[in-house]
């Protein structure tokens, strides 16, 4: 069984930062791609910042310039990081990690984390 559990979300003011952490657990082991999606009341679930492999990130538009995805390389460590710089209001969402890795057996998979709330308002 693979965990994902996301931390980090909070209410923060328009222009403010916030860096939501997602921690994979359990029998993962290797990871092919990683991501955060988010998903706004009334809105479906979108894709935000992606790491497919070794390959550079990708990035909605809406974020570009302003959120930087990354890993924890270390060994043994399935960490993503999603630093949110200048947030606006329209930020405003659940936020979701997505791996997509081998689990037991080297099975590969899709893993979810529960979702971390982020309010950017004044």
């Known amino acids: 069984q693979v965990q994902v559990a996301e931390s980090g979300g909070g209410l923060v003011q328009p222009g403010g930062s916030l860096r939501l952490s997602c921690t994979a657990s359990?029998?993962?082991?290797?990871?092919?791609?990683v991501a955060w999606y988010r998903q706004a009341p009334g809105n479906q679930r979108e894709l935000v910042a992606r790491?497919?492999?070794?390959?550079?990130?990708?990035?909605a538009d809406s974020v570009k310039d302003r959120f930087t995805i990354s890993r924890d390389n270390a060994p043994n460590t399935n960490t993503v990081y999603l630093q949110m710089n200048n947030l606006k209001p329209e930020d405003t969402a659940v936020y979701y990690c997505?791996?997509?890795?081998?689990?037991?057996?080297?099975?590969?998979?899709?893993?979810w984390g529960r979702g971390t709330q982020v309010t950017v308002s004044s």
């Open positions: 790491i497919i492999g070794e390959s550079s990130p990708n990035y």
């Open positions: 997505y791996i997509r890795g081998y689990g037991s057996g080297w099975l590969l998979d899709n893993f």
């Open positions: 359990g029998s993962l082991l290797a990871i092919n791609t």
